[in-house]
């Protein structure tokens, strides 16, 4: 088997790292996908004031659960749904540990319609599109596309983690059947299935760490569905869709459908925390790209500059300087121009597909626009411009944020520790630095030891 196909077909697979649930961590997971024009932000109510302008295409709700979320009978997963409403649903059951993030984006987003999920999921989607939620969370364990974008967002010491404790589950279970082979068979004693359950509860209560879970919430269908990977009955009905357009997949008014049910997820993880009134949720949404719809703002707006500096020019063959602002006549080039997009002048990249026709109406404006009314126009788009530049630069700024503290989330610090230690303890500073400042507490470090003189002579 040659290399290729060796990485495209992981038929042994690999754990999964836990990952936070921070929106530039999950904006970061998306585009690792190959997930276009989408973006996370958190949402800090789920009340209309604060979601009904971001029409998002999904939530994912994170909250603290008692037990790891891959801690689940094998037993209890079907293969048949009990709603038949839900099998036109994309859903994978949950098979791999901390794998729940990745699971809650391709079980919400794997139900939108319009979305550009990239060349690699759409022929996942393909491929898992007859089989079963078991066997679709099956595909994603062994995809190392999808594992490979999540653990690459993973701090280092998760992911030293994930293989420790897939080292650990595995010695322990070669352990046990190398145990069960060699011991002498006993007559096996009747029990009863609470007896068993009691047991099995028993022997994992001191293993029970806190651990965070995802699901999603998606429109599909004129429906409000839970998605959660855990939930061995398939998707949740959450209620019909009450929305005047006659577009099936429209996302109109879904979070009316919705809000009641994440009130009552919320009060319930609040209801069950360690601490009383202690937050242990967050909720995400997944909506349309900020920067895409600020730098087709922009760039509409250099197109409508241009289409009036010429009627400009047709109109005013002397010069038209002398009849618009001065100090917007200065600013008019700046206004245009961007940190990613240093030129004013030339055309940029636009993502909307609507945004020739929009450039068009604008252009048909213009030119039935009558000659007095240019200079003004012309100063009304630059004063756009203005504005919708600072939304573009905030956009970029807060991208690059995201991508710092990514990089810093993920960098390996702990070669470096090791070797400043090594070298604190090969020059005999180890021993000082460890005692710290001297007990009379006046800023100055305690008297070098006997070694460490030596070594500096």
Known sequence: MNEDSSTRHDLVGGPFAVIESDPGVFTTLLHKLGIRGLEVTELYSVEAFATDHLNPYGLIFCYLCEDSPGAQDDTTISDDLEDPDARAIWFANQLSDDACSSQAILNVLLNCKGVDIGSELREFA????????????LAISNSSHIRQAQNSLARPADIRGAYHTLAATTLDAAKASAKAASSPPTKKRKTSASTTSRAKRKATSTERLEAYHFIGYVPAHGRVWELDGLRAAGPLDVGEIQSDSKDPD???????IVRPALQRRMQTVLEGGSGEGHIQYNLLAIVDDAYLGASDDLELLKRERAALERRLDENFPAGWADKVDPALLAAGTEAFATTLRPSAREPGRVFA???GSRKMSKELVVLD?????????????????????VAVEDE??????????NVKRTFDYEPFIREFVTSLQNEGLL????????PAGNGEPATPSKKSRTRKK
């Open 396 to 405: 970029v700024a807060r991208s690059q944020s995201a991508q710092a503290d």
């Open 369 to 389: 626009m009558a000659a007095r009314s240019l200079a003004p126009a012309w100063e009304n788009c630059v004063r756009a411009a203005l504005s919708a530049k």
């Open 431 to 438: 021993e000082d630095a460890l005692k710290g400042p001297s």
């Open 126 to 137: 393909a491929d898992t599109e007859k089989m079963s939620p078991v066997m679709r969370g």
């Open 353 to 355: 597909a609507d945004f």
């Open 250 to 256: 429209s996302r109109a008014g879904w979070m009316d």
